[in-house]
């Protein structure tokens, strides 16, 4: 398997993948619009007062519930299924859609980040129980044609 392999293929394979790397994320940003995500939100009552006057979160970006979701009670909800409230200066209390939820991508992050640790803890492991039952075999190997 890869411990047949020279070091030179080795750092050549690993070269290659690295720029396959590169390559996939410049033909990415190339190809990705700018403005290729919608951009506009979707208002409760169809209020935009937020447009043109100065307004104040009172309620940060959460998940809608499944109930208003699946009832489509809030029209907000059904787009991205996330909403946030919003208070205008005028007074007006609005609610609207947003993109993304910060603590849902945060725990997000970190379940990833902890999953690639046990990952990773786990391969090292094994590598090293690989290389110590080969060892074993080649020291097994070396007294047995000593011992003949």
Known sequence: MIENLSKKRM???ISCLILLTIVVLIIES?????????????????????????????KDCHPCT????ASKSQGVCVHTHNKEVLKCIGGEIVTRSCDRVAWLDERHYWLFQISLTIIGTLSAAVSFLRQKTLNRRTMLKIQRELGA
């Open 11 to 13: 750092v050549f394979g």
């Open 66 to 69: 499944a109930f208003e979701i």
């Open 30 to 58: 190339k190809w990705m619009k700018a403005g290729s995500r919608r951009q506009e939100f979707v208002i409760e009552n169809n209020s935009t007062c937020w447009q043109r006057e100065t307004y104040e979160v009172i």
